[in-house]
Structure formats: structure tokens, C-alpha cells
């Protein structure tokens, strides 16, 4: 069974410093992982993806991850974070093209931008 | 274009009614998602639909929740004898195809509380 652990259900970082959310996956088979991003009442919006192809993906407002099978990690960071980044951000993943690409999500973990 | 759109954004139901929520998801995607997100579980799968038909019911929490999809188009959830732990923001999302590899978009949810 799939399952996705983020560490940390908060984190606080100054504006400017560098972002780094944490998420590993549990998957019997080659998964795919995605990042979204939650701004307050709002619906998601997808931030990035992997989807086999390269491991060190870049996705919008200067966002990245990087897929590590051996570690069954996809963490996503962002070298300096802007008072906008404050949200929700949530790591997901699905098994295959055959499973009807149902998301497994993560707990979320709300950032906080300090000016 | 258009995104994905669900009715009513709020919902205010009294213990025992029936709800019914809407979904229009962007045109000329086949796959439809519903999930549930509440305090308590995070981010829920619920069920699936590839075209009319709902290949993946099994994230139903009880035979009280029900949806259906026509016209490969709009989808509707329904909850029998709502009760108070139904009270949760349920989304939407939709995808080109069922395949594990899409991005789904999300809609900005309906928010359903239950007195």
C-alpha cells in the first residue's frame, strides 16, 4: 500500500532563507510524486512532478525537488523564500498508469514566511 | 479556459438531511476525482470516475456517500443522513485521463458543515 509521511506539520523560515519541506513515500512499485500548494481557501495547485524522467525536477515560483529512490524521499526546497510562499504545501503519490491515478496525500505542512 | 467549478462553495446542513454536491470539471477531461479534506484525516480519497463509470469506490467511508457522473461531464456526491464528522471541505479535481502520470486540477471545494 502507498503512503506518504511529511515531517514536520509547521515550519517557520525568514524571508530570504532557504525552504526545505520534507516528504517520503512508501510504494510497491515505481511511483509518481507530486508537490501542490494550498493558498488559503483556495483549491490545489500543483507545484511539480516526477514522473520517471529526470530526478531533480523544477516546478514554478522557484521551486524544486529532487526524487531519491534510496532514500524513498522527494523533498522540496526553494534556495530563498518570499512572504508569498506562506501556504500549505502538500506531497502526494501515485502508483503507475493503471491504478486510476488516485492521490495519496500526505499530512501537509503549513509554511510560514517571517519578514 | 474555464477550471474546474463545484457548487455551493458552502454548505450548512443540519443533522440527518441530505446534501448533494456539484462538480463541473474542465471539458474534455475524462477522469474525475472527489476527496474529503478535514481537520481530523488530512486529504481523503473518496472515488474515481473514468468517464460515466466509477472504477475505484473504495475511499466511500460509509454506504451513506454516493456519486454518480453523467454525460462524462458533471459529477455529483451525495450524503445521506449527514452527520456531524461528515463536516469537511470536499474538492474536486479532474484530469485529461485515469493514468497516474496527469496533473489533476482542483476546484476550490465545498465546505460542509454539519450542526
Known amino acids: 500500500a502507498q503512503s506518504v509521511t511529511q515531517l514536520g506539520s509547521h515550519v517557520s523560515v525568514s524571508e530570504g532563507a532557504l525552504v526545505l519541506l520534507r516528504c517520503n513515500y512508501s510504494?510497491?512499485?515505481?511511483?509518481?510524486l507530486f508537490w501542490y500548494v494550498q493558498y488559503p481557501n483556495q483549491g490545489l495547485q500543483l507545484l511539480l512532478k516526477y514522473t520517471s524522467a529526470a530526478t531533480l525536477v523544477k516546478g514554478i515560483n522557484g521551486f524544486e525537488a529532487e526524487f531519491k529512490k534510496s532514500e524513498t524521499s522527494f523533498h522540496l526546497t526553494k534556495p530563498s523564500a518570499h512572504m508569498s510562499d506562506a501556504a500549505e504545501y502538500f506531497c502526494a503519490v501515485s502508483e503507475g498508469d493503471n491504478q486510476g491515478g488516485k492521490l495519496i496525500f500526505g499530512q501537509g505542512t503549513e509554511l510560514s514566511v517571517k519578514p | 479556459g474555464a477550471g474546474v467549478s463545484q457548487s455551493p462553495s458552502n454548505k450548512v446542513t443540519e443533522k440527518g438531511k441530505d446534501v448533494e454536491l456539484r462538480c463541473d470539471p474542465i471539458?474534455?477531461?475524462?477522469?474525475l476525482y472527489w476527496y474529503r479534506q478535514s481537520l481530523g484525516q488530512g486529504l481523503e480519497f473518496l472515488i474515481y470516475?473514468?468517464?460515466?463509470?466509477?472504477?475505484?469506490k473504495s475511499g466511500l467511508p460509509s454506504d451513506r456517500f454516493s456519486a454518480e457522473r453523467t454525460g462524462g461531464s458533471v459529477s455529483t456526491l451525495t450524503i445521506q443522513r449527514t452527520q456531524q464528522e461528515d463536516s469537511a471541505v470536499y474538492l474536486c479535481?479532474?484530469?485529461?485521463?485515469?493514468?497516474?502520470?496527469?496533473?489533476?486540477?482542483f476546484g476550490p471545494g465545498t465546505r460542509l458543515t454539519v450542526l
Open positions: 470516475f473514468q468517464g460515466n463509470s466509477a472504477p475505484d
Open positions: 479535481a479532474s484530469s485529461p485521463d485515469s493514468r497516474g502520470h496527469n496533473e489533476q486540477f
Open positions: 510504494s510497491s512499485v515505481p511511483p509518481y
Open positions: 471539458s474534455g477531461h475524462t477522469a
